[in-house]
T-cell receptor
Framework: NAGVTQTPKFQVLKTGQSMTLQCAQD?????MSWYRQDPGMGLRLIHY???????DQGEVPNGYNVSRSTTEDFPLRLLSAAPSQTSVYFC????????????FGPGTRLTVT | QQQVKQSPQSLIVQKGGISIINCAYE??????FPWYQQFPGKGPALLIA?????SEKKEGRFTISFNKSAKQFSLHIMDSQPGDSATYFC?????????????FGQGTRLTINP
């Protein structure tokens, strides 16, 4: 099993550009989520999904969109990048019955200039 | 109310010493308290977790102490080793609007000096 994979590993964007961060898992987990990690602020939930076709907002959803057409994939779209979105982004997945045990991907380091 | 407050922000411990990281919460609806370990350039990984009806859980050199009345829990790393140098996050699980969510503390960067 590859676990949770994320691409790209690094990305530099200019203000106003859009892009999609890819996330995939091969563990057949129902629950998937996106977090951003900023110094001194821990991991903050952006969006999450409890299954294919079902998504909802987390703590910091503004400026991001998600969709979940399959169990395996959960892409995160930045609509119009802003410098405040410079961060490290982590995708995670878990079984619905064991949410506290989340499996994280390796992260995408995004810089917006 | 959904926050988890973690301290200290950074910690330096000598090899062989005890590392202690503390977390506090307000919301009594939290129902599980995991700790995650993150090495540089990697995603966080579950280290150890505890239910609120248990006061202590030990796995090897890692122990969670849980004080329900004080709404506090802590991670103790005994005989700390340089390989334990990492960032540690406490977290708490809660069900909100029918969905289970994980709320993370701010993180503690632990350095073990050889």
């Amino acid at each position: 099993n590859a676990g949770v994979t994320q691409t790209p590993k690094f990305q530099v964007l200019k203000t106003g550009q859009s892009m999609t961060l890819q996330c995939a898992q091969d563990m057949n987990h129902e629950y998937m989520s996106w977090y951003r990690q900023d110094p001194g602020m821990g991991l903050r939930l952006i969006h999450y999904s409890v299954g294919a076709g079902i998504t909802d907002q987390g703590e910091v959803p503004n400026g991001y969109n998600v969709s979940r057409s399959t169990t395996e994939d959960f892409p995160l779209r930045l609509l119009s990048a802003a410098p405040s979105q410079t961060s490290v982004y982590f995708c995670a997945s878990s079984r619905r019955q064991g949410l506290y045990e989340q499996y994280f991907g390796p992260g995408t380091r995004l810089t917006v200039t | 109310q959904q926050q988890v407050k973690q301290s200290p922000q950074s910690l330096i411990v000598q090899k062989g010493g005890i590392s202690i990281i503390n977390c506090a919460y307000e919301n009594t609806a939290f129902d599980y308290f995991p700790w995650y370990q993150q090495f540089p350039g990697k995603g966080p990984a579950l280290l150890i977790a505890i239910r609120p009806d248990v006061s202590e859980k030990k796995e090897g050199r890692f122990t969670i102490s849980f004080n329900k009345s004080a709404k506090q829990f802590s991670l103790h790393i005994m005989d700390s080793q340089p390989g334990d140098s990492a960032t540690y996050f406490c977290a708490a699980s809660i069900r909100i609007q029918g969905a289970q969510k994980l709320v993370f503390g701010q993180g503690t960067r632990l350095t073990i000096n050889p």
